[in-house]
């Protein structure tokens, strides 16, 4: 019973941050039908920024709670600044285009900021300790678990809800709605749909970062790290089905709890086993488990 209960806490754990990075990838998709290959270099940025900021701030001695506010500090700064620049930089000259033009623009834009980051940050790791260890640990049913965690944990209910709440509660929310199902009919009533594809792209970017910044406390942040989200990132993405955010949730959960599984049972096949899910999933229900219909014009 108790390993069991770790095999559930680990993977709500794990969901929660695949949560947060994917909820800005489905959203830039659901809106702009665009597959984002540079979320994870704004992924990585966020926690380089965030390495710096926590630093800085930790260096001069300010009050050790505020170093959280230096998390979510970094992740904003990253995605008000690189979220608009993209969109309006480059991503706004392609759009009409295929959508594989604009998935290896974005690879491309991938593989620059990469050196980008080599360029800033150097080659060296980064340590950010002082958020994780500033907490403690909790303990449940005799298993002790750092406290930080389930600070993830709620960042991630509060994203997932935030979001919703604004697509479905708000009448900006109801407007992006029919940006989402008819760009042309949306613009021809009036709604200014390059400025929502702005602040969409924003909002994907800051979420990304935000997944950086708080997982930026947890690892050691080194070159590289965007490789692995990007591509988990899609994974949890396509089995829940490209842009819905209740499938995001899902598929986070369910990589999460095959990955726990793995790691606690048989961890020879921890990388597998996503890769395996993700397959299953596919080949019964190719589109994923919460695709929304197509829309075909006649």
Not at 112 to 134: C, F, H, N, R, T
Request: charged share 10%; aromatic share 12%.
């Amino acid at each position: 019973m108790q390993q069991f209960l770790a095999v559930l806490i680990d993977a709500v754990n794990y969901a929660s941050w695949l949560f947060i990075v994917a909820s800005g990838l489905t959203l830039i998709y659901g809106v702009m039908r665009i597959l984002n290959m540079a979320h994870g270099s704004l992924y990585a940025l966020g926690a380089y920024t965030a390495a710096s900021f926590v630093g800085f701030w930790s260096t001069h001695g300010y009050f050790p709670a505020g170093v959280f506010l230096m998390l979510i500090a970094a992740a904003v700064t990253v995605g008000v600044i690189m979220g608009p620049l993209i969109e309006r930089g480059l991503l706004r000259l392609l759009y009409g285009k295929d959508e594989i033009v604009l998935l290896l623009a974005t690879y491309a834009l991938f593989l620059i900021l990469e050196d980008v980051i080599k360029l800033g940050w150097g080659v060296d790791a980064y340590y950010v300790s002082q958020p994780y260890g500033l907490l403690g640990n909790v303990t449940l049913a005799g298993l002790s678990y750092p406290l930080y965690s389930f600070v993830v944990v709620g960042v991630a209910v509060a994203i997932g809800v935030g979001l919703s709440w604004v697509l479905n509660g708000t009448q900006r929310g109801k407007l992006l709605k029919a940006v989402i199902h008819d760009r042309e009919v949306s613009q021809t009533l009036g709604i200014n749909v390059s400025r929502y594809y702005m602040v969409t792209f924003t909002v994907g970017a800051i979420l990304a970062a935000i997944g950086g910044a708080f997982t930026a406390p947890q690892i050691s942040v080194s070159l590289g790290i965007g490789v692995e989200v990007i591509v988990l990132a899609f994974a949890v993405v396509v089995i829940g089905g490209l842009g819905s955010l209740p499938g995001a949730a899902l598929g986070a959960l369910i990589v999460g709890l095959a990955r726990s599984l793995a790691v606690h049972y048989w961890p020879a096949v921890e990388l597998f086993c996503v890769y395996f899910v993700m397959a299953l999933v596919l080949v019964f229900r190719p589109q994923g488990l919460f695709a929304a219909p197509e829309l075909r014009k006649i």
